[in-house]
T-cell receptor, first 115, second 114 residues
Framework: DTGVSQDPRHKITKRGQNVTFRCDPISEHNRLYWYRQTLGQGPEFLTYFQNEAQLEKSRLLSDRFSAERPKGSFSTLEIQRTEQGDSAMYLC?????????????FGPGTRLTVL | GDSVTQMEGPVTLSEEAFLTINCTYTATGYPSLFWYVQYPGEGLQLLLKATKADDKGSNKGFEATYRKETTSFHLEKGSVQVSDSAVYFCALSDPASGTYKYIFGTGTRLKVLA
């Protein structure tokens, strides 16, 4: 399967702990996005990479959140000092550039539960 | 800023009924429009898309037409099945944003009864 993959699929942590999620995009896709989806809501944009450059961050991304995409391949999203309000599904998506930039392909998501 | 408004759910229909889920949008530029579906326990799957005015996207019996004059992209299906039970999200991607990030609606849950 050559789709977008995310790891882990589920993460349960205690408040105050740090967590890190990984996303592996479709191999030829140079655009990568992170979204957050809370219960009963649509996904909300968090941040965007083109290759290794992080070009936009949402105001939703507080100082406790950091994302990287070294070498323009996989990406990681780290949350420091987790809070109960961080509990959500974290979705990764990737796309091509140019005319095909519009269509994003989503991974299965990482469900985070903060106790 | 850009936004997407969907009709609230849940929508409950009997099998073979006609489905309409309303979606309207506001955008700075000339966006592309999408419908995604999320089945229980699964990720988002692209259902259909349209990139310019009067385009009709279609897939698996679902259709939606990009109406620029009414800024709408309503999802329709002539005869729903139990297997169509899922949450449906309308989304836009505005090239004017530079990033092509998606703006999603809140989702509409569809339940189809046998």
């Amino acid at each position: 399967d050559t789709g977008v993959s995310q790891d882990p699929r589920h993460k349960i942590t205690k408040r105050g702990q740090n967590v890190t999620f990984r996303c592996d995009p479709i191999s030829e896709h140079n655009r990568l996005y992170w979204y957050r989806q809370t219960l009963g809501q649509g996904p909300e944009f968090l941040t965007y990479f083109q290759n290794e450059a992080q070009l936009e961050k949402s105001r939703l991304l507080s100082d406790r959140f950091s994302a990287e995409r070294p070498k323009g391949s996989f990406s990681t999203l780290e949350i420091q000092r987790t809070e109960q309000g961080d509990s959500a599904m974290y979705l990764c998506a990737s796309s091509l550039t140019g005319l095909a930039a519009n269509e994003q392909f989503f991974g299965p998501g990482t469900r985070l539960t903060v106790l | 800023g850009d936004s997407v408004t969907q009709m609230e759910g849940p929508v409950t229909l009997s099998e073979e009924a006609f489905l309409t889920i309303n979606c309207t949008y506001t955008a700075t530029g000339y966006p592309s429009l999408f419908w995604y579906v999320q089945y229980p326990g699964e990720g988002l799957q692209l259902l259909l898309k349209a990139t310019k005015a009067d385009d009709k996207g279609s897939n698996k019996g679902f259709e939606a037409t990009y109406r620029k004059e009414t800024t709408s992209f309503h999802l329709e299906k002539g005869s729903v099945q139990v297997s169509d039970s899922a949450v449906y999200f309308c989304a836009l991607s505005d090239p004017a944003s530079g990033t092509y990030k998606y703006i999603f609606g809140t989702g509409t849950r569809l339940k189809v009864l046998a």
